[in-house]
């Protein structure tokens, strides 16, 4: 392969970890519950659910993550839709309020990469 095969490949992995990350930090601050165990084990899919206050009404909303081949899909009230390809594993983990998210990527340069993002809900049950 040539060099701006690296380049392109490797440009198309950050922006995939981007688009990831940017959905991910809209979904995991509002959140009121999760589906990771407090100080378990880290889990390959994660759900959220929190609510929304319009008007006078109380509006649940639900996200999960699940890895599907190599896209990481984000399923938000029954929507469903592609936040990263090129994703080859992805982990969830959480640790009282912090949420410690783990994605891997090819690389032609480096054979893989790997990143954790942190973030934190607004509150756990």
């Known amino acids: 392969f040539q060099a701006t095969d ?3 490949q490797e440009a198309a992995v950050v922006a995939d970890l981007q688009s990831a990350v940017t959905w991910l930090g809209r979904d995991i601050p509002p ?3 999760t589906s990771l165990p407090d100080g378990g084990p880290a889990q390959g899919s994660l759900t959220l659910t929190w609510k929304d206050r319009y008007g006078d009404a109380n509006v649940t ?3 999960a993550y699940t890895l599907v081949d190599t896209e990481l899909r ?3 009230d ?5 936040v990263a390809r090129n994703v080859t594993g992805v982990s969830f983990l959480r640790s009282g309020a912090l949420v ?3 994605i891997t990527s090819p690389s032609l340069q480096f054979g893989s990469v790997q990143r954790a993002y942190l973030y934190q809900v607004r509150s756990t049950e």
């Open 6 to 8: 690296v380049g392109t």
């Open 31 to 33: 959140a009121n519950s």
């Open 61 to 63: 909303h639900q996200a």
């Open 74 to 76: 984000r399923t938000r």
């Open 78 to 82: 029954g929507v469903t839709h592609t």
């Open 100 to 102: 410690t998210v783990t």
